[in-house]
């Protein structure tokens, strides 16, 4: 199967993208990964993102797009792929259109992570990490730490990380919103949009993406 996952920043697209990858034995295509892999290898590419980067500007399409050209013609994405934050925007979602009907091929399924924005806000707002070990994350809700501000794992202190304030989030699903939801209403008018109710356990999610793949095959 060809699929790209969307969904609002905090709606836990990494999380079922991981999960669902592995269901259905297909790689997982995350933007975050291309880019680190090719800046990391010092392709011609990551050269070309990092150059923008270095300058704090957005990386052009163009190189976005030919980063995911460039994955998912690799021998392990021939029998399909979930791509997880591309297409980020409409120009992209027609340059992956125009991409897969070269091969002869077609995305088989947009799946919507749907997940309220006052919950989304209350996500990741709410998080809180170590300052000593970054891997160790809790949550002042859903996680909390045995005594406030300390990390069970180590004693570390525990903060927010600037990008995790409630206007920041905000900011960032009005960028999203912007930006990236008109793709929902692109692959809509294609009938490949499945929404899926992203609140819940994990693997209550993933489920119901599954059983929602399965009864549109």
Known sequence: ??????????????????FLAENLSIPH????????????????LGKLAKSYMDKGELVPDEVTIAMAKDRMEQADAVGGFLLDGFPRNVSQAQALDGMLAEGG????????????????VKRIAGRRV??????????????????EGVCDACGGELYQRDDDTEDTVRKRLEVYHTQTEPIIDY???QDLVVTIEALGKVDEVTARAMSALKAGE
């Open 29 to 44: 295509i995350s933007t975050g990964d291309l880019f680190r892999a090719n800046i990391g290898q010092q392709t011609e």
């Open 105 to 120: 091929m077609k995305l088989d399924a947009v799946l919507d992570l749907e997940v309220p924005e006052d919950e989304i």
């Open 1 to 18: 199967m060809r699929i790209v996952l969307v969904g609002p920043p905090g709606a836990g697209k990494g999380t079922q993208a991981a």
């Open 130 to 147: 170590c300052r000593k070990d970054s891997a160790h994350v809790f949550h002042v809700t859903y996680n909390p730490p045995k005594a």
């Open 187 to 189: 692959y809509r008018a």
